[in-house]
């Protein structure tokens, strides 16, 4: 039997949730379009992120360590899979759309710069006058302008609901910047899970990480109230051998007490809220998807930590130090002299201004690409 688009929508229509968006109420698109013969609208966006020269990118995109540091530390790419994963586990507990989470998941850090946060703070500073940079911002710009990959459009010409909920994606570490997407409104309930997923992967996967470098030893932890919880719940001492499948058993330990917190919490919530309609999600003063009170307590915790104990680590902070540097670096000369920059980016000067576009084309380069590009540019011995 083949299930076309159709068939696919009614089983949305039946399976879903009442609170959940359904692809065939979607908003549309800017640029009409067919519709699909075999996928939903959502599940089109999301292919057509991941087929982009953007996703591909994230595979040499730090997202803590430096991708020549180790082939098994997260990268951009690892940590997006992982965010999307966890989408998609929330997503099908709670009887939401899971392509559309996945969708949200997945084009969330296509914006972000080299070098993780450093990448991304040191453009922010060095673009304070001309727009400042934000990588949801710009994960938004990739998807609606940066990409070209049709004749009649620039752009992906995704669904109003995944553009909405890239917009509105938000941590502590990414604030959004919603104009044009009615900002006094929440976030929908899919947009909303991917924000804890987010947050969910990183703090799971930094800590793994971090372990695995050796910049946290196991008693570091012992301070924290969910180290001490996850440390019973595997049955691992201080004093025994801390082993790869200790620490494996650990982390798994930890995203299963997160996934577990969010979705008993949020069905609290949606139950105590009489939620019923993706415009009650929205219309509700706070985020439905949460942590119950006495988690977030401990999540702070752990955050609190890896910042301080992890992130400002010394042998991080050199790197994020170079990194500012190299990329501003970069950043001035292209300013001085835009003749050197690659042809095809010239081209946009005709449309956007020089800031801009010097921007765009450093927040596009893969780590390898920036440290290879600032050689060509500063070292008298490297071919241009």
Request: proline letters at 1%.
């Given at each position: 039997m083949l299930y076309k688009r159709e068939k696919l929508e009614e089983i949305e229509t039946a399976v879903l949730a009442p609170y959940a968006l359904k692809s065939a109420e979607s908003h549309g698109r800017v640029h009409p379009e067919n519709p699909s013969a075999t996928r939903t609208a959502f599940e089109r966006d999301r292919d057509r992120i991941i087929h982009t020269t953007?996703?591909?990118?994230?595979?040499?995109?730090?997202?803590?360590f430096v991708n020549y540091e180790g082939d098994h530390y997260r990268t951009r790419l690892t940590h997006t899979l992982e965010v999307a994963q966890l989408g998609r586990s929330l997503a099908r507990g709670l009887g939401v759309n899971q392509d559309l989470t996945e969708a949200i998941c997945?084009?969330?850090?296509?914006?972000?710069?080299?070098?993780?946060?450093?990448?991304?703070?040191?453009?922010n500073r060095l673009m304070k006058e001309h727009g400042g940079f934000n990588?949801?911002?710009?994960?938004?710009?990739?998807?609606?302008?940066?990409?070209?990959?049709y004749p009649g459009f620039k752009g992906l010409n995704l669904t109003y609901e995944t553009r909405e909920g890239m917009l509105k994606h938000e941590t502590d570490y990414d604030k959004s910047d919603a104009a044009g997407y009615e900002p006094n409104k929440r976030a929908s309930l899919e947009a909303q899970i991917a924000?804890?997923?987010?947050?969910?992967?990183?703090?799971?996967?930094?800590?793994?990480?971090?372990?695995?470098a050796g910049l946290l030893l196991p008693h570091d932890l012992d301070e924290l109230t969910i180290w001490q919880e996850l440390k019973e719940a595997v049955g691992w001492e201080n004093g025994r051998a801390f082993t790869p499948l200790i620490r494996h058993e650990l982390i798994r330990e930890l995203i299963g007490l997160t996934m577990r917190d969010i979705l008993q919490n949020t069905a609290d919530n949606l139950a105590a809220y009489q939620i019923d309609s993706p415009e009650k999600v929205q219309a509700h003063t706070d985020n439905l998807v949460s942590y119950s009170a006495e988690f977030a307590?401990?999540?702070?915790?752990?955050?609190?930590?890896?910042?301080?104990?992890?992130y400002r680590h010394y042998r991080l902070m050199r790197m994020q130090t170079k990194a500012e540097r190299?990329?501003?670096?970069?950043?001035?000369?292209?300013i001085q002299e835009p003749q050197m920059l690659p042809t095809n980016t010239q081209k946009q000067l005709n449309e956007l201004p020089l800031h801009r576009v010097v921007t765009d084309y450093i927040a596009g380069m893969t780590d390898r690409f920036a440290l290879d590009e600032w050689q060509k540019l500063f070292d008298p011995y490297q071919p241009a």
């Open positions: 953007a996703f591909r990118r994230l595979e040499y995109k730090t997202q803590v997945l084009a969330h850090d296509l914006g972000h710069s080299p070098f993780g946060h450093a990448g991304e703070h040191i453009l990588h949801n911002t710009q994960s938004f710009r990739v998807v609606t302008e940066l990409e070209e990959r924000n804890l997923a987010d947050e969910s992967a990183y703090n799971a996967h930094d800590l793994d990480d971090g372990l695995r307590i401990k999540v702070r915790q752990l955050k609190s930590f890896l910042f301080q104990r992890m190299f990329i501003s670096e970069i950043f001035h000369a292209y």
